[in-house]
């Protein structure tokens, strides 16, 4: 059993166009053997606290980024070098997430 720290944009997108980053997120655990989420919680990232998202989820020990699509490649790969592993609705176990939430 693997319990991974997962973030959720709380409306599904990572970025929105001419706004920015998402500020509000969902938090959970995910256990990848059976498929279940625990520990929901909602969690507010401050860019005045913590400038960089990615910094202000390791802070959180998250692991794993749920979005309902795929954000910008470059923003993706930045995630990836700080350790966190960026998945979107095409994935099965991410789909899973998204609707145990109502978020697809």
């Not at 980053?21 to 938090?27: A, K, T, Y």
């Not at 919680?41 to 913590?50: I, P, T």
């Amino acid at each position: 059993m693997t319990i991974i720290k997962t973030a959720i944009p709380y409306y599904g997108s990572l970025t929105y166009e001419g706004k920015g980053f998402e500020r509000i997120f969902f938090l959970l655990e995910y256990d990848d053997r059976n498929g279940s989420t625990s520990n929901v919680n909602m969690g507010v990232w401050d860019a005045s606290e913590q400038p960089l998202l990615a910094a202000w989820l390791i802070s959180l020990n998250v692991k794993q980024l749920v979005c309902t699509h795929m954000p910008e490649k470059e923003i993706k790969e930045s995630m990836l070098k700080s350790g966190i592993c960026v998945v979107n609705a095409a994935d099965e176990s991410a789909s899973r997430i998204l609707s145990t939430l109502c978020l697809i």
